[in-house]
């Protein structure tokens, strides 16, 4: 035990010194601060926006007057654009126009077949006007007027244009807040096991490409040098993540207003509680753990650092299959199977359960076999990983398999 | 100290019949030795011979196929002894701090913060590299590089040091003071296993060997019994004019020729005695005359030749 803290300590003390390590510290908390006055930024520069400075312009062509009252009704919905008035002679000059920008359009209504037809027409398909919406817009007045000059009475047209009402409701807990933070979440988890296992494994690679493992060896056990590693890069994670989320909450509860939404959602963090987040740091710690002991692996296979990356390839594989499962699993709506899948595999439960934590989304029996899953995972690879890499640290030259490695007597 | 398997000589480091095999190759060949007494072994050989491999296997970091290797009758292991090591392959943390690593070092040999801090200043006090203390050991010249190597070597106080090479790679300054810290080492009874492929060091050093060829032993003992064993074999002759006319007819052979000297192999003390009076009656007085026995590199060309 003493040796292992040794090596933490040496390691974690290293790591803290290192430029990279306080680069990307103070780079990312200045990012969460960021993040967090965007809503007053977004406030700020919207207030701006809402004064009546219109920055688009849309030629509105009809002559024929199919839609009574068309220009007014389309001026009123789309504040940012001005709707100028057209004429039909100067449509292909107004196409040439719209062709070099992208702030202008044009709405040209035809008659076809006894019915009027809406032509929109923008420079790309990514334009804030869209056909469909304009049509939605301008259909009623036309059915409104068509009726009335048939002699129907108002009622009749305002019933014929009614809307039944309607409401959604959600069965499950899963609400816009939990679904955004878990979301976040399962990124955030995906980065940090990558990351710090990548720290683990640049550790090892470096120790033994610069020859220090042969000293090393001879004073501690290399299974302790691989758990003091881990243990060291894994803390240096959590207190770096701590950081960020410490900020991250100062700057939610100073910066963010309580009413604030990003697109419709309410940011909050209701979804975070006491025993969610003690399973969070759980399943962090021990999916950083299974990826960690398979990184020092693959450092410890190479001979010169440049043939990391490649030798990290087979891990960065899994990490990558498991978490587009999980994100599949959180954001679509995949089959039960599917869903006990990724939360049962070691290798994916740590991106998947933390969003579901979230979105109280798991019963305590599937936490309970994923968790199991997971430290019998970790127990296992950490078992084959120690064996790997004490047979693999001190051979240089020809590349071995790993299981000649697994095989060698050392 | 314990009693062998003889019941005789008390031995302090033990080894008997290591081997190794590399896929096919036998890397260790049935290595044995024993060294009873403080002072410096030496384990000589090509690059290539099995001594690396050799200490590797004495020293648990790799595994044997066959035999034993022993301190005080207990199987060595990092945990139950201290030892110190000096890799052939020198490492260091390039990126670190120098104390920073030399105490890291010492705390993994056991050491609590304090002392190794303490044993550390000694050292770097001791080989002279304390104005690098704080810089990164990379930014260090070779030489110190390899002072910083040894000491973490020697920070514990090791009963049992193994330098495996220690030679290697070093100017003439830093083999200097590597040879004064052996002779102090020795002084202070430590026992010393050295591998070595410059005979010329070993021979100044060590009173034990094994000689390594291809993995196996090719001579072991006393350095100067096998010395001794040999007889005197070597005539160096410097004289003022040129005598190897007389050598020829004296049915003598050169193994070396300097600029002023020549070295001749002789049969023994006759052939050099009559050599000497061949000269004198020529009227020929040599300024140098040394009868003596085979360096430790010839004695290793002629056994490795052979």
Known sequence: MKQIMTVFGFTFREAVKKKAFIISTILILVIVLVLCSLPQLISFFS??????????????????????????????????????????????????????????????????????????????????????????????????????????????????????????????????????????????????????????????????????????????????????KCLAMGSLGLMQFSMFLGVGVIGYKLMIPADFTLMGMPLSLSAFTLQSGFLILLYFILGYSLYALMNAVCGALVNKIEDLNSAMLPVMFISMISFYAGYIAALTDTSVVFQRITMYLPFSSPFIVPFKLLNSDISTMDIVISISALIAAVAVVGMISIKIYTASVLHYGKKMKLFDLYKTKI | MYRNNDGGTEVGLSVHKLSKTFETKKAVDQISFEMTEPGVFGLIGTNGAGKTTTIRMILGIIRMDEGTAAWNNAPISRETMSFGYMPEERGIYTKSKVFDQLVYFGMLRGMNKTDARNSTSKWMDRLGVTEYKDMIAEKVSKGNQQKIQLIAALIHNPELIILDEPFSGLDPVNTEMMSNLISELVEEKKYIVMSSHQMSTVEEFCEELVMLHNGKTILQGNLRKIKAGYGHTNLAVRTARDISALAKESGMTVITRHADEVEYSITGDNMADAFLSRLVGAGIYPIKYEIREPSLHEIFIEKAGE
């Open chain 1, 47 to 228: 207030s701006k926006s809402t004064s009546d400075v219109k920055g688009n312009t849309c030629y509105f062509v009809d002559d024929a007057k199919l839609v009574d009252g068309a220009a007014a009704a389309l001026a009123a919905k789309y504040t940012d654009t001005e709707i100028v008035l057209g004429e039909s002679s100067k449509i292909e000059e107004y196409k040439a126009e719209i062709k070099d920008n992208s702030k202008k359009s044009m709405i040209v209504i035809t008659e076809a077949g006894g019915a009027p037809l809406i032509t929109l027409t923008t420079k790309t398909f990514m334009s804030s006007m869209d056909a469909k919406s304009v049509s939605e817009l301008l259909s009623p007045m036309y059915i409104s007027k068509t009726l009335e000059s048939r002699g129907i009475d108002g009622q009749t047209i305002a019933f014929s244009q009614s809307v039944i009402p309607f409401k959604a409701q959600i069965a499950g807990s899963m609400d816009a807040s939990g679904y955004g933070l878990g979301i976040l979440l399962l990124m955030i988890m995906y980065f940090s096991i990558y990351y710090y296992g990548y720290g683990v494994s640049m550790s090892v690679a470096t120790e033994k490409t610069t020859r220090v493992m042969e000293t090393l060896i001879v004073s501690a056990k290399p299974s302790h040098i691989l758990i003091g």
